[in-house]
């Protein structure tokens, strides 16, 4: 006689055999939710929610200032949509309130000034006038099914605060509920189908969730376990935090000005789910720049991506302005016309500490120490424009560094680590295809790593291409609404000249410069230059190597080619931060070598690469620290008004 299992023992199992199931079925039962959410959506006859007007009268005349959908009847909303308006104004919300059960209701209305509440045409609550705040109550008999509800809002001068109840049959007092209002009516038997939808809706959307972070959680748990040994997800969380440590508490100097509006663009997406700026009347009188006019809404004409990359980090903000400083984040920008720059600061320390953190697992892969990649990963977080430039503000380098980082760490565990790489190369395709909307000049590394992936993964490059697409779709089908085109109008600038006197003096000053030159602001890189010609020597270049160089090359042309190659208002070589990543790549050789070096080589060696990243430090110390190093650009003369003082190699001992 076979021995019965506990109830709970067959749970645990069915959960787990759905965990362990294969990428095939898994997408197949994830499916079958997804369409049963969708049709409950669809098939669903109930539209939560209330009518919501706001008048600059005490009349409520028409036409509203504003008029919108909101859950409840709150009067809290109005602060965000008009948060200059706090006095001489009404308000009214209108819709239909769902009785459950029949009997005599008492609704209740607390306000300073006047407010009153009308049932089906009925006035219930008469609490009018001019007055300080003061509770009025009326009751009506109501049968079960839909009723129309009208409450209005009248504010004087002083103190505005207006509070709608209702005392159910045998119940306590409270405010009327999100469900228990709607904008449309209906009869019960639909009331119920609606409920029954939103159940179905619901369940799939949590059986979705559960099932879906368990399959991934088992399958990132797996993964973690045979890619990093036990202590090594804990120094990388270790890098994260001390390099953040390092760019938010340590470096004072934070900049907003390309980037000022990365996070307003952040806060409307979650806020409103869409990226214009037209929330924002109060700033955009005292700020205009950067802003263009598509539509009849205003938008930040710098490319999306790096908002979105900073939603979460928004989120975070927005509950801690709500819940601990009890301020409205919208009204608060609005108020002071400025999102602190600590805000930027926070949100793209966090993004390049992140890139370090990678850096240190990329190093890993070759290196059986943890010097190397300890010293390459303070070589690429505190000696390079990562530190003065990507981590000071929401540039686009920052979010351009980290997914380029991303993506050559996944290429290349893709090509030393076999079980990893459909999962690696799909990532990778992700992290690429998401760069180009964050810096367009990111598209040489889409192409040239794409290229590789088409040579050395042949099998594997319909599904990196169709990743890829899929993580373009969003921003294709968000041009195409905004600007009726696949690409938004920064995309299609002409900016760029090739053979002008310009882009000669460009190709020696982004090299050179005193003002710009990579290898002036970060000497440790001239040593790629050895890496490559090792490689070269050794006859290990591969494929990815010359990719990589090419890469390099390129965007050395490009950025020569710009009409301000200098970067304008910035410090050092702007536009070689995203670059960073494949200059510490090509060092890795370099560290490779120098134990099989003499001592007398082994000797120069050290101390030549001890200088370069002092110095390096030191450069970029600066640009994390002053604001006189990053005012050079602006003072005495701006540097685009007199192009010749980025030669000016005094700025160095002034």
């Not at 179905?200 to 949590?206: C, M, P, R, V, Y």
């Not at 045979?226 to 120094?235: G, N, Y």
């Not at 600061?345 to 850096?359: N, R």
């Not at 040579?455 to 890829?468: S, V, W």
Request: glycine fraction near 8%; hydrophobic fraction near 50%.
């Amino acid at each position: 006689m076979s021995e019965t299992k506990p109830f709970y023992k067959v749970i645990w199992m069915d959960v787990r055999a759905i965990c362990l199931w294969k990428f095939d079925r898994m997408l197949a039962f994830l499916s079958g939710l997804l369409i049963l959410v969708w049709g409950a959506a669809v098939l669903n006859p109930l539209e939560r929610g209330i009518q919501a007007a706001f008048y600059g009268n005490t009349e409520w005349k028409a036409p509203a200032l504003v008029s919108l959908q909101l859950p409840s009847i709150d009067l809290a909303s109005m602060a965000t949509f008009l948060p200059d308006v706090r006095k001489d104004f009404t308000a009214q919300w209108e819709g239909f309130l769902w009785i459950a059960q029949s009997g005599e209701y008492t609704f209740t209305t607390a306000s300073d000034d006047g407010s009153d509440v009308y049932i089906d045409g009925r006035e219930v609550v008469d609490n009018g006038g001019f007055h300080g705040l003061q509770e009025r109550s009326g009751s009506i008999a109501l049968e079960k099914g839909f009723h129309r509800i009208l409450a209005r809002y009248l504010q004087g001068k002083a103190l505005s605060v207006f509070k709608c109840y209702w005392t159910p049959p045998g119940r306590p007092r409270s405010l009327i509920p999100a469900s228990a209002l709607f904008l449309t009516p209906g009869t019960p038997k639909r009331y119920l189908t609606g409920r029954l939808c939103e159940f179905l809706g619901a369940l799939g959307t949590l059986a979705g969730c559960l099932t879906l972070a368990g399959w991934l959680g088992i399958r990132i748990w797996r993964w973690g376990r045979s890619l990093l040994p036990l202590k090594q997800p804990v120094i990388v969380a270790l890098i994260v935090l001390a390099t953040f440590f390092g760019y938010f508490i340590w470096s004072s100097y934070a900049v907003s000005i390309d980037s000022i509006w990365s996070t307003y663009v952040a806060l409307s997406l979650l806020r409103e789910g869409n990226a214009n700026l037209d929330e924002y009347e109060q700033v955009l009188k005292k700020y205009v720049h950067h802003v263009e006019w598509q539509h009849e809404h205003y938008y930040n004409i710098y490319p999306l991506g790096t908002p979105v990359m900073a939603v979460p980090f928004m989120w975070i903000v927005d509950r801690f302005m709500q819940q601990a400083l009890s301020q409205d984040t919208v009204q608060f920008y609005n108020r002071y016309g400025w999102i602190p720059r600590g805000i930027e600061k926070f949100i793209a320390s966090w993004i390049v500490a992140g890139a370090s953190g990678a850096i240190y697992l990329l190093a890993c892969l070759f290196f059986s120490s943890r010097f190397a990649p300890f010293l390459l990963t303070f070589i690429f977080a505190f000696c390079s424009s990562a530190w003065s430039t990507a981590s000071r503000g929401l540039w686009q380098h920052g979010p351009a560094l980290f997914l380029l980082t991303i993506a050559l760490y996944l290429l290349l565990l893709s090509d030393r680590r076999p079980h990893h790489r459909f999962w690696a190369l799909r990532l990778t395709a992700v992290c690429l295809s998401f760069s180009f909307w964050v810096r367009p000049t990111n598209i040489l590394s889409i192409l040239l790593l794409s290229a590789y992936v088409l040579y050395r993964h042949r099998a594997h490059f319909p599904g990196y291409i169709l990743c890829g697409a899929a993580a373009s779709l969003p921003f294709f089908l968000f041009n195409l609404s905004v600007y009726h085109h696949i690409l938004p109008t920064y995309f299609r600038l002409s900016q760029v000249a090739f053979g002008t006197s310009a882009f000669w003096d460009g190709l020696l000053g982004n090299l050179i410069s005193p003002s710009r030159g990579v290898f002036v602001y970060s000497p440790i890189f001239s040593f790629a230059f050895l890496g490559i010609g090792l490689l070269v020597k050794d006859k290990r270049m591969s494929a990815l190597d010359i990719c990589l160089t090419l890469i390099l090359a390129g965007h050395w042309m490009l950025s020569s080619a710009h009409h301000a190659w200098w970067g304008g208002h910035s410090y050092g070589p702007r536009y070689f931060t995203e670059m960073t990543v494949y200059l510490c790549y090509f060092l890795i050789p370099v560290f490779s070598h120098l134990p099989q070096w003499n001592r007398v080589g082994k000797t120069i060696a050290v101390c030549l690469l001890s200088l370069a990243i002092g110095w390096s430090f030191f450069t970029h110390y600066q640009g994390a620290m002053s604001v006189a190093a990053n005012s050079w650009s602006a003072y005495p003369i701006d540097v685009g008004k007199d192009p010749s003082r980025v030669w000016d190699w005094s700025i160095w001992w002034r």
